[in-house]
C-alpha cells in the first residue's frame, strides 16, 4: 500500500516529463515593446531601444490600410496594449490587443458600422483556415513554436505599435 501512494503521486511527474509543453519560460529582459511593421511583414521584440526578437508575420487578407470596421480583413494600425493572454487559442497561443479604442469606436460609428474586436497576435490557423501569406481576419500570425516564444516573453500591459 505504501508503494501504492508512492506510485500515485510520481505519475504526474512522469506523465509531466513525456510530452513538450507549450508553455516556455523566460528570464532575458523585459519586453517593454512590440513594434509591428506591416508592409515588411515583421514583429519586433524590444527592451528599450534593443530589438530582443524579430519575426515575419502573416497579417489580415486584406493588408494595405488601417481597420476600420468589422470584417474588412485589415490588421489595425496605431498604438495599443496586449490586454488578455488565451492559453487555449483556436490558434495553439495568443496574446489579445486592445483593439478597438475610443477613437476605433468613433471612426465606426461615424460610417455607421462596427469596429470588430478580437485581434490577436497568435500561432497558426487549423490547415484547413490558413489559405495565403496572409490569411487572418485582421490578427498578427507566427508559426507555433514563434508563439511559444512570444507569449513566454510578453506582458499584459506591454505597447505594441502597429504601423503601416
Not at 11 to 29: H, I, M, N, Q, W
Not at 87 to 110: H, M, Q, T, V, W
Not at 128 to 151: L, M, R
Request: glycine residues 12%; hydrophobic residues 35%; positive net charge.
Amino acid at each position: 500500500m505504501k508503494y501504492l501512494g508512492i506510485l500515485l503521486l510520481g505519475a504526474p511527474l512522469v506523465l509531466a516529463a513525456c510530452g513538450e509543453s507549450k508553455f516556455r519560460t523566460y528570464d532575458g529582459p523585459e519586453v517593454t515593446a512590440i513594434v509591428v511593421h506591416k508592409a515588411d511583414r515583421q514583429m519586433y521584440l524590444l527592451h528599450g531601444n534593443e530589438v530582443l526578437e524579430n519575426y515575419q508575420i502573416a497579417l489580415g487578407g486584406n493588408p494595405v490600410g488601417d481597420k476600420q470596421i468589422e470584417g474588412d480583413g485589415k490588421t489595425p494600425e496605431g498604438t495599443y496594449f496586449i490586454n488578455r493572454r488565451n492559453p487555449r487559442s483556436a490558434f495553439y497561443l495568443s496574446l489579445g490587443i486592445s483593439y478597438p479604442n475610443e477613437k476605433d469606436r468613433a471612426d465606426a460609428k461615424a460610417l455607421g458600422k462596427q469596429p470588430g474586436g478580437d485581434i490577436f497576435v497568435h500561432g497558426q490557423a487549423p490547415r484547413k483556415k490558413a489559405k495565403g501569406t496572409d490569411w487572418t481576419a485582421g490578427c498578427i500570425a507566427v508559426t507555433n513554436s514563434e508563439i511559444e516564444e512570444v507569449y513566454s516573453m510578453v506582458k499584459v500591459g506591454t505597447p505594441i505599435f502597429i504601423k503601416p
